[in-house]
């Protein structure tokens, strides 16, 4: 049982918009940064999304994050089919002294 | 460019011990904190350790504590983490992660390739 709730699975066909939610508490998402990771099948997870909404060069403009609360989301945009991949959301917890991940999400594109 | 290469995984028998190793080069390693996350056969990540800059503040996830120690030498720019009394559900790809440091937050960006331990008899 993840500590940051995110759905398990989503999906969307190329050029449509997508979202994954991921929803926490007052001591990990509602007072900490969320930050969202791309695993793409076989490889390392790699940044996506920084302090909520900030994007590391040489990610897309179709990936953006939000949060409002206890909760965070990260939309795609213009769906590809390169965007098939685990995401996960993850955020500092200060009750635990302890990072804390979303179960992650397996996008896939149809 | 910024890289972390993690290494000493391997198979080990449950009940032993395993040290694993992360260069990182690229960046300040001095200036940084940094964490290990694994993540067991087709499940989710798991964050397992932190240690502060200095060394001077570490976590360590409930599942691992008392069997795990996370260190670091910033003369070799390295860190390590020594894992003992292994059980099989320690099997995981382990990876090197660095950490980002906020007035009032934290933050996790660079991953390695990961390092592979399997615990079995």
């Known amino acids: 049982q993840s500590v940051l709730t995110q759905p398990p699975s989503a999906s969307g066909t190329p050029g449509q918009r997508v979202t994954i939610s991921c929803s926490g508490s007052?001591?990990?998402?509602?007072?900490?940064?969320v930050y969202w990771y791309q695993q793409l099948p076989g490889t390392a997870p790699k940044l996506l999304i920084y302090?909520?909404?900030q994007r590391p060069s040489g990610v897309p403009d179709r990936f953006s994050g939000s949060k409002s609360g206890t909760s965070a989301s990260l939309a795609i945009s213009g769906l590809r089919s390169e965007d098939e991949a685990d995401y996960y959301c993850a955020a500092w917890d200060d009750s635990l002294s302890a990072w804390v991940f979303g179960g992650g999400t397996k996008l896939t594109v149809l | 460019e910024v890289q972390l290469v993690e290494s000493g995984g391997g198979l080990v028998q449950p009940g032993g011990s395993l040290r694993l190793s992360c260069a990182a080069s690229?960046?300040?390693?001095?200036?940084?904190?940094m964490n290990w996350v694994r993540q067991a056969p087709g499940k989710g990540l798991e964050w397992v350790s932190y240690i502060s800059s200095s060394s001077s503040t570490i976590y360590y996830a409930d599942s691992v504590k008392g069997r795990f120690t996370i260190s670091r030498d910033n003369a070799k720019d390295s860190l390590y983490l020594e894992m003992n009394s292994l059980r099989d559900e320690d099997t995981a790809v382990y990876y090197c992660?660095?950490?980002?440091?906020?007035?009032?937050?934290?933050?996790?960006?660079?991953w390695g390739q990961g390092t592979t331990v399997s615990v079995s008899s």
């Open positions: 302090k909520n909404n």
């Open positions: 007052s001591s990990n998402i509602g007072s900490n940064y």
């Open positions: 690229g960046f300040t390693f001095r200036s940084y904190s």
């Open positions: 992660v660095r950490g980002l440091e906020y007035t009032s937050s934290k933050g996790m960006d660079v």
